[in-house]
């Protein structure tokens, strides 16, 4: 077994497929046992629940090596948690957190070849998903489903640096109160796609989507939750119902306090009060933080004080931290990092 001669470096954030993927189904109200499989390709009937009435979930983390040469993964069994959650919303059967996390553990250890080296910057994306896949016509939960992990290596997030990004307000709506905002449904992935694809055309990395009932409030971009510093150093994140709490913003958040003593507040954060912050940032497993240089309010700039150059100081401590902590360069909080070899 080698280490497969992929320029790591190099490499973007689409699909390459690995060797071996897990599948297991639901049939007769219980999940099989599962299988790794060399098979990339689903075949399933026309009628499909996901097909028709878009019953998916999925889920996203990493494996890498650490610096003393291990295969991990990052905090699985939060994502495990977060499926099920997701699952319940979507009525659809959670696949139980042990086997979640075991699947994730199995399906890196069968391609560790396609796990870049450390250093390298690049990643091996793990993408657990689940569907219905049985015929729904009348609108119903599908009766039979399919939980599957892919792996896929991508490319180190920033290239040359991480440079500020210049996200703007949306004028379309993200996620409803009490609608599907805190789950990780592709339904509020799709429904996302024309509001960027204007947001691209138009200059912008991302959107920034305020709280659909009042529209006074931060939510979240497409798919990153905020960080925002204040100008004493406190480090703010938005509460809502509606956002989907990223396990990068929870851990961020905890190493503010624990690692770094910084204060923390998660908090309805009004977009009247953005331009006093400091710093700001987006969460989430692809980049960690994206620093945010400007954010863009139908022509009006707010520019936050840390500029377009570089991460501002707190934020670019949080990422050090975090990111230490996750290659073995830190010691990392109880049960965060899952060895795998
Ligand atoms: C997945 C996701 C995030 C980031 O969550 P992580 O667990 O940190 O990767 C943030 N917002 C949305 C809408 C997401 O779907």
Redesign the pocket.
Known sequence: MAKKDLKWGEIGFGYIKTDYRFVSNFKNGEWDEGALTEDENISMIECAGVLQYSQSCFE?LKAYETEDGHIVAFRPDMNAERMMNTCKRLEMPPFPKERFVKAVIDTVAANEDWVPPYGSGATLYIRPFMFGSSAVIGVNPAEEYQFRIFTTPVGPYFKGGAKPITIRVSDFDRAAPRGTGNV?AGL?YAMSLHPIMIAHREGFAENLYLDAATRTRVE?T????FLFITKDGTVVTPRSDSI?P????RSLMYVAEHYLGLKTEERPVYFDEVQDFAECGL???AAVISPVGKINDHGHEICFPSGMEKMGPVIQKLYDTLTGIQMGRIEAPEGWIQVIK
């Open positions: 996203g990780k509020n979240e497409g798919g990153a939750n989907l990223s396990v990068t913003r969460c989430g497993t």
